[in-house]
């Protein structure tokens, strides 16, 4: 008997020691799934949009599996494995419960967005491209396009100070079709980038003081937000501001700005 109490003992310590999860706990992953989900997938697995994928009533083990996959990285994608590293294994499973006990979602079911990234707050700079430095760009072959990295005099300013990207910072991005020769590819120019033909759309992000306050916290970029304009000048409807603000949750130690050096090598010439 004194044997069998002693295996008991250990197997409840390699337990403990092993890091052995709770069972999942459904309604612990409904709460995290409002907290950590639902900007773009719902609070209950319908999204909101069509270019995100529904959640609800996927089998659990199914959803388990992405999700560690995504945290650790072998499945690539910006925007989730900026998330998924922020969830812990039994986040994980307590989410999967969560979805996996939804009813299905129907072919035209969407959840409404959040108000706070349903609408961006940024306006299409009235002097563009007065007051802006350009800085950078780049060739995009996937897409054909070739675009350009714009920054005004706060972003620039700070850029050669050394110092963080301050409220009042506006960076902006031409996106343009590139030229294409006869057969149908891009036109490279003596300076290795694309030949520009027409602006296709424009990025934009900026910051001012408290427009982070309302931005669910585990996507939020301090008080950054972001806006796709048309080249009429106007917001491009639809877009869900968390998908940009989860690709840059990760550039917290460079003003959550991808092109910062640039900025930077510019800024100081």
């Not at 109490?5 to 612990?28: E, F």
Request: a positive charge.
């Amino acid at each position: 008997m004194k044997a069998v109490a002693r295996l008991l003992v250990l197997a409840a310590a390699v337990a403990v020691t092993s890091g052995a999860n709770a069972a999942p706990d459904a309604a612990a992953g409904k709460s995290k799934a409002e907290e950590s989900c639902a900007a773009c997938h719902g609070p209950l697995g319908v999204s909101v949009t069509d270019t995100i994928p529904n959640l609800a009533g996927q089998r659990a083990k199914y959803l388990e599996n992405q999700l560690k996959a995504l945290k650790s990285g072998t499945r690539k994608n910006d925007v989730m494995n900026a998330i998924a590293t922020q969830l812990s294994a039994q986040d994980i499973e307590n989410l999967a419960a969560h979805f996996s006990s939804q009813a299905p979602a129907g072919s035209d079911a969407k959840s409404p967005m959040l108000a706070s990234l349903a609408k961006s707050p940024l306006v299409f700079p009235a002097d563009f491209p007065g007051g802006f430095t350009k800085y950078h760009t780049i060739n995009f072959p996937a897409t054909g396009q070739v675009r350009y990295y714009f920054a005004n005099q706060a972003a620039v300013a700070a850029a050669k100070a050394g110092k963080p990207i301050p409220d009042g910072a506006y960076m902006f991005v031409e996106v343009h079709a590139a030229r294409k020769d006869a057969a149908g590819k891009p036109i490279t120019g003596a300076d290795g980038f694309f030949e520009a033909d027409k602006v296709l759309f424009y990025t934009a992000m900026a910051r001012e003081a408290g427009w982070g306050k309302d931005i669910p916290a585990n996507i939020r970029n301090e008080d950054w937000n972001y806006a796709i304009f048309t080249t009429a000048k106007e917001q491009r409807p639809g877009v869900n501001q968390a998908e940009c603000l989860a690709c840059h949750q990760p550039l917290d130690k460079t003003s959550y700005l991808f092109t910062l050096k640039q900025m930077t090598d510019v800024a100081k010439k």
